[in-house]
């Protein structure tokens, strides 16, 4: 996970740079026995289509791709590219909720993500909005989204959080 988190900073640094070349997002979890994957019409849960009622998502040709995550029991969090809003999809269940984020910053702005990991060790979603070459924190509850300053060192590829 720990590869996947710094992967994670070092994409948000270039993204707006280099542009987006991700494959089709694809996560399995062992621990729980599934594998989630993501299409143009929501989600699949091991060969179950999971529809997303009110997904919005913008085409390749137009923003990088929407992306997905586990989360810490085994959850699908979906993001969209073009607006602030998650969505959970239920292991057990594969019940869908819709999750609107309040952003700490870039009020009234369509900040999208394209880019989701979870990190155990921070208890905490981390975002990349390619279109605007940003990092996120979103709490475990879905509610609340905050900018993270970061840099990048040129000498040693490594990403520090400011």
């Known amino acids: 996970m720990r590869s996947r988190y710094t992967a994670l900073l070092f994409t948000a640094s270039i993204l707006s740079v280099t542009g987006c070349d991700q494959p089709v997002p694809y ?14 019409d929501g989600v699949v849960a091991d060969r179950t289509a999971v529809p997303l009622p009110g997904w919005i998502r913008a ?18 969090v979906i993001t969209s590219n073009v607006v602030p809003t998650l969505w959970r999809v239920d292991p057990e269940t594969l019940a869908v909720t819709e999750h609107p ?12 993500f394209s880019g989701l990991v979870y990190s155990p060790k921070h208890a905490a979603y981390f975002a990349v909005s390619h279109a605007h070459g940003t990092l ?15 840099t990048l060192s040129k000498e040693d590829s490594t990403c520090a959080i400011s």
């Open 27 to 40: 996560v399995q979890d062992p621990p729980r026995a599934h594998a989630w994957q993501l299409t143009r």
């Open 59 to 76: 085409e390749e040709a137009y923003a990088c791709p929407p992306d997905l995550a586990v989360g810490p029991k085994g959850e699908a």
């Open 101 to 112: 984020l309040a952003l700490d910053d870039d009020g009234g702005r369509d900040v999208g």
């Open 136 to 150: 996120w924190r979103i709490d475990t509850q879905l509610k609340r989204a905050q900018k993270i300053a970061f």
